[in-house]
């Protein structure tokens, strides 16, 4: 039996919230709304991590941070953990990246074959976070509010030119794929960095969401004494302090956001289009690395596990699967496994050690009760934060923090705090005995200080004398591009060309 090809988009920080049953009807992402009629749609994914390199190593790898070792944006991925594009390629794949996965360290392919352009972000350890000086800004790499005071328009940007890039390398590449000259089958993930603050975006997009009623939060900020303590820490690591946020500022924010979102569908549209076009089938995924706050409690960008930041879309078109929406908690690790499963390969030389569960069960109605785990342990913290949603309740726990509990269903904005309620307490203690089998908080801690602390001494090392960067160098080559002598222009005309003539 022939394996299907598979196309991956993921986004970055795209807030799950406004996709409860794919794309809200007040976003404009025609293409999104036709890839969502058919999909399943998982309306509570959670993210990993919410951080960009964490929560994209958890996705390719089935693993959370405590496993993988990726605790923030400067830890290195290692090589010898297995990810899908491993899976897929030693059973016949041909694995493509164009686009951003935020490897940190020397390895820039992690089973990818083949990679089609360099990462947006530095490969190598310069981000890293640092818990022997709480509080310290690392200000040249560390979030502030200028990406909030600074929204509007520009027709071109940093990101802007990245994402062109991004898909038109990806359109390319299925074009390539489409001539046949590998009959292999594909894996193609097309990973963009929007709608990643700053929040600027072209005219066309913005001009959309002129009259739009979403350009305030549902909640307004609060106070800085009214936020718990990893809250406060946000903010502190945003030097909110040296900017005055108005209402104004708020808006602008949040409708390049969302003009993003109607950017993001442009650029899928295209990749889609020349699928249908040159005739290809895949079954395709659509999901983020982790949200956006979006000013919710005066909060902006992730680095929470609040629902803004920690839950992302996710939709999975494929054939025999049911079109419709699942409220099940899942998370981002269950897609390698899913990936596997939709592929029909096993992982069974490592299941007892991945963490992931495939989708496939849940998606053909068999029901699931294990918890959603997340980890969080990069700026803004002093120490490892921890969460489960099960079932209806979220549980949050870090050492140095009150224990928070709550309950979405009949509070989805997370503004009560049931964890000293007495009518809770069995859900509680449920949660604090799932999390303390779960996690050993301690060593998890002593094991971040002991990475940071050696990726400090290797960065300042590297850096002095020769400087040989990670960063990934597309190669191209030219020798082998178009036409050249050692070629026959009959056969290269018709080769490159689809359809060919007989």
């Known amino acids: 039996?022939?394996?299907?090809?598979?196309?991956?988009?993921?986004?970055?920080?795209?807030?799950?919230?406004?996709?409860?049953?794919?794309?809200?009807?007040?976003?404009?992402?025609?293409?999104?709304?036709?890839?969502?009629?058919?999909?399943?749609?998982?309306?509570?994914?959670?993210?990993?991590?919410?951080?960009?390199?964490?929560?994209?190593?958890?996705?390719?790898?089935?693993?959370?941070?405590?496993?993988?070792?990726?605790?923030?944006?400067?830890?290195?991925?290692?090589?010898?953990?297995?990810?899908?594009?491993?899976?897929?390629?030693?059973?016949?794949?041909?694995?493509?990246?164009?686009?951003?996965?935020?490897?940190?360290?020397?390895?820039?392919?992690?089973?990818?074959?083949?990679?089609?352009?360099?990462?947006?972000?530095?490969?190598?350890?310069?981000?890293?976070?640092?818990?022997?000086?709480?509080?310290?800004?690392?200000?040249?790499?560390?979030?502030?509010?200028?990406?909030?005071?600074?929204?509007?328009?520009?027709?071109?940007?940093?990101q802007m030119e990245y994402d062109d890039e991004v898909a038109y390398e990806a359109v390319r590449k299925i074009y390539d794929l489409a001539r046949g000259h590998d009959e292999r089958p594909w894996c193609l993930t097309v990973s963009f960095t929007h709608p990643h603050d700053p929040y600027v975006a072209r005219k066309k997009y913005w001009d959309l969401y002129e009259d739009c009623d979403h350009l305030l939060p549902a909640i307004e900020a609060m106070p800085y004494e009214h936020h718990d303590p990893h809250s406060q820490r946000i903010f502190d690591a945003n030097d909110w302090r040296s900017f005055s946020i108005t209402e104004a500022h708020i808006q602008r924010a949040r409708r390049?956001?969302?003009?993003?979102?109607?950017?993001?569908?442009?650029?899928?549209?295209?990749?889609?289009?020349?699928?249908?076009?040159?005739?290809?089938?895949?079954?395709?995924?659509?999901?983020?690395?982790?949200?956006?706050?979006?000013?919710?409690?005066?909060?902006?960008?992730?680095?929470?596990?609040?629902?803004?930041?920690?839950?992302?879309?996710?939709?999975?078109?494929?054939?025999?699967?049911?079109?419709?929406?699942?409220?099940?908690?899942?998370?981002?690790?269950?897609?390698?496994?899913?990936?596997?499963?939709?592929?029909g390969i096993s992982m069974e030389s490592i299941e007892p050690w991945t963490q992931g569960e495939s989708l496939i069960p849940l998606a053909n109605g068999i029901k699931r009760t294990s918890p959603v785990a997340m980890e969080y342990a990069a700026e803004a913290s002093y120490a490892p934060l921890v969460s489960l949603r099960s079932g209806k309740y979220k549980y949050n726990r870090c050492k140095l923090d009150p224990d928070q509990l709550f309950d979405?269903?009949?509070?989805?904005?997370?503004?009560?705090?049931?964890?000293?309620?007495?009518?809770?307490?069995?859900a509680l203690s449920t949660l604090q005995n799932m999390a303390e089998q779960r996690w050993d908080l301690d060593r998890f801690d002593t094991d971040v200080r002991r990475s940071q602390a050696s990726r400090w001494v290797v960065y300042e090392a590297l850096r002095n004398g020769k400087y040989f960067p990670w960063d990934y160098q597309p190669l191209k080559k030219a020798s082998e591009r178009f036409m050249r002598n050692h070629m026959d222009l009959n056969e290269v005309e018709n080769n490159q060309r689809f359809p060919r003539e007989d």
């Open 408 to 426: 979405l269903d009949a509070d989805p904005h997370e503004l009560n705090n049931l964890a000293d309620h007495p009518e809770h307490a069995e």
């Open 256 to 343: 390049a956001y969302f003009a993003n979102i109607s950017y993001l569908d442009d650029k899928i549209g295209e990749v889609l289009d020349t699928l249908e076009s040159t005739n290809q089938e895949a079954i395709i995924l659509f999901l983020s690395d982790h949200g956006d706050m979006l000013g919710e409690r005066g909060l902006w960008f992730k680095m929470t596990f609040f629902e803004g930041s920690a839950r992302v879309p996710l939709m999975i078109s494929a054939p025999n699967i049911e079109q419709r929406c699942e409220k099940t908690p899942v998370s981002t690790i269950d897609l390698c496994p899913t990936l596997c499963d939709l592929a």
């Open 1 to 158: 039996m022939s394996k299907p090809n598979i196309l991956i988009f993921m986004v970055d920080q795209l807030n799950g919230t406004l996709f409860p049953d794919g794309p809200a009807d007040w976003l404009h992402a025609p293409n999104l709304k036709k890839l969502a009629s058919q999909s399943i749609r998982f309306e509570n994914c959670y993210t990993a991590s919410p951080l960009c390199a964490p929560g994209r190593a958890g996705f390719m790898s089935g693993q959370l941070p405590s496993v993988s070792g990726v605790y923030d944006n400067a830890a290195e991925f290692p090589s010898d953990l297995p990810t899908y594009a491993h899976h897929l390629r030693a059973a016949g794949y041909q694995t493509i990246l164009s686009g951003k996965m935020h490897f940190v360290g020397p390895d820039q392919l992690h089973g990818f074959e083949e990679r089609l352009t360099t990462d947006i972000y530095p490969a190598d350890f310069g981000w890293t976070p640092d818990y022997r000086k709480p509080g310290e800004r690392i200000d040249w790499w560390y979030h502030n509010m200028g990406s909030v005071t600074g929204a509007g328009i520009a027709e071109i940007s940093n």
